[in-house]
């Protein structure tokens, strides 16, 4: 067994009640589709007198501009057969392609997001025939600051067969919950618009994945998009 994968199955029993795969349920969906969603879910973190900028005027181009600066920092030691090594190891964590279906409905869900909730999003890609690579996370704006978690960057389903565990978690329910141990660290380009994040007590840690940013999106020049190239925010595509 690889050490990276006995420490994460060592922290889900410990979570236990805590909940390594408890499913969040949508309060409202603002895109579906088979391979990809956009919803907004109540924020069991949120404490009362403390809760989030919600509805928050942001435009696609500044949320284009968030998701363009969000950069990946592999591990030094990378192995061929886990790791994909044609990526240099700082690379920016979503695509073109991905920033411009993302960044408008990210965008209309926290125009109508309350107080209480938090923007979660998700995408897959199949890689073989058993196996598919998940990307999903979450975000909420507090005053000038966007925190943006990524939970899974291209976490590959099914990894559990390599100790013979069945993997039997459904990951659209769980956009905010790692499905696998997330290596590298999270960066932000130009390094002056993102803020430290604060230290997590261990209750946070195991009801999200730590792996945030914090960014001063107000201040970021937007990122201009190609017209009609996303689907629009409402939509609900009919699953296979």
């Not at 919600?54 to 363009?68: D, F, N, R, T």
């Not at 411009?100 to 923007?119: G, K, S, Y």
């Not at 459904?170 to 290596?183: G, H, V």
Request: aromatic share 8%; net charge positive.
């Amino acid at each position: 067994m690889r050490p990276k994968i006995a420490v994460w199955v060592s922290m889900c029993i410990i979570a236990g009640a805590a909940g390594c795969g408890t499913p969040q349920f949508p309060t409202k969906v603002v895109y579906e589709s088979d391979q990809s969603f956009v919803r907004l879910e109540t924020d069991q973190t949120v404490e009362r007198g403390n809760e989030h900028s919600h509805p928050v005027s942001i435009s696609a181009e500044q949320m284009a501009a968030v998701l363009g600066g969000v950069v990946v920092e592999e591990p030094v030691s990378r192995m061929p057969f886990y790791d994909d090594l044609s990526r240099p190891r700082r690379h920016p964590a979503f695509t073109d392609a991905e920033i411009e279906f993302f960044a408008p409905l990210l965008a209309d869900a926290l125009q109508i997001a309350t107080p209480e909730e938090v923007v979660t999003f998700y995408q897959t890609r199949r890689v073989s025939a058993i196996r598919r690579e998940v990307t999903s996370g979450g975000l909420f704006v507090k005053g000038d600051r966007l925190h943006l978690f990524l939970s899974n960057y291209r976490s590959k389903t099914h990894y559990r067969a390599d100790i013979g565990v069945a993997d039997t978690t459904d990951d659209r329910l769980t956009p905010m919950k790692p499905i696998a141990p997330q290596e590298g660290k999270l960066d932000f380009e130009p390094q002056h618009y993102r803020v430290p994040s604060a230290p997590a007590g261990l209750a946070r840690l195991f009801h999200w994945d730590r792996r945030e940013l914090i960014v001063l999106f107000r201040r970021l020049p937007p990122r201009r998009l190609s017209s009609g190239a996303a689907p629009r925010s409402g939509d609900v595509l009919p699953r296979k």
